[in-house]
């Protein structure tokens, strides 16, 4: 076995694009597990001055920031207070424009449903330069995580990401549920769980099969990971039956039959980790 005890030292080789002052890095920091960020993350997150940060960025993450960094909390969690994506806006602004390193550090992917979209074109307007690092998003890890292949040849050859709620809060007015329904075979849906009576109603009302596969899995990637499955048309009795945590990716779909198959992360495979006594 090769000894790894320095080998975070030869990152201080690699050739980073400098974090400069006045400049804002939006980076995205994966479903969860610490391991999951990357490399121009974790090199970020040592040279922010400040890093504003979502509620769903693992506080193990956080403690890879360079100590004297100002770690500002910037939570949106659904039905919780939340901060004002305004004054998100501001204080990124705000700080950069006073020399500052600023990281705003999202959960996922910054573009996935993360409003990386709206904070970018916030900076752009107001001049401020800006880098973007992708992150795994949960809608791709987090099925990793749960065994559950995002494609299949044999299965799909397309997928379909979805939000379970819009700007209100409510179900996306927007959608053309026929059309989604139509569209592929896979359907994976962020923030889903609390209208997912509804939305599991209306993608058999556009004619999905009550028994195709869905699955539920909270807190991928992390010792609190679970899944809940059952058919689509079996969702109401699910959801009675079973108190979902969150946040939770819903995936609808044939794939979901190889998860009994390629599951790998679980308490029975993984006891140490899922009792907390390894990091990921
Ligand atoms: N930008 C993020 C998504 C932000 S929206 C990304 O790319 O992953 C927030 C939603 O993401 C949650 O409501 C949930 O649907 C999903 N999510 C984020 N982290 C998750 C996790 N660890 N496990 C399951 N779902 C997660």
């Not at 391991?35 to 506080?59: K, P, R, T």
């Not at 494609?151 to 809060?169: K, P, V, W, Y």
Request: proline share 6%; aromatic share 6%.
């Amino acid at each position: 076995m090769n000894n790894y005890n320095n080998h975070f030292a030869r990152l201080d080789e690699a050739h980073f694009p400098p974090f400069l002052p006045n400049t804002v890095w939006l980076v995205g920091a994966g479903p969860g597990a610490p391991g999951l960020l990357s490399l121009l993350g974790y090199y970020a997150l040592g040279q922010a001055d400040i890093i504003i940060h979502d509620a769903l960025v693992n506080s193990q993450i956080l403690k890879m920031a360079n100590p004297d960094a100002k770690l500002i909390y910037a939570g949106k969690r659904g039905g919780k207070p939340s901060t004002d994506q305004g004054d998100i806006c501001k204080t990124m602004i705000a700080n950069a424009n006073e020399g500052k390193r600023v990281l705003r550090l999202k959960g996922g992917d910054p573009f996935m449903f993360g409003r990386g979209g709206e904070e970018c074109l916030a900076l752009a307007d107001a001049g401020i330069k800006f880098r973007l690092v992708p992150g795994i998003s949960a809608g791709i890890g987090g099925l990793a995580y749960a065994g559950i292949p995002l494609t299949m040849r044999q299965t799909n050859h397309s997928a379909i990401f979805l939000t379970g709620h819009d700007e209100s809060g409510t179900m996306p007015s927007g959608v053309d549920w026929q059309k989604i329904a139509s569209a592929s075979p896979v359907i994976v849906m962020f923030m889903a769980v609390k209208h997912l009576g509804s939305i599991t109603k209306k993608l058999l009302q556009a004619g999905r099969k009550p028994d195709e596969m869905l699955a539920i899995v909270s807190n991928a990637s992390l010792p609190e990971q679970t899944i809940v499955e059952s058919s689509l048309g079996g969702v109401e009795k699910l959801l009675e039956e079973n108190e979902i945590a969150t946040p939770a990716i819903v995936i609808v779909g044939p794939v979901n039959s190889y998860r009994k198959t390629i599951d790998w992360f679980s308490p029975e495979k993984e006891p140490e980790l899922f009792r907390g006594e390894l990091g990921e």
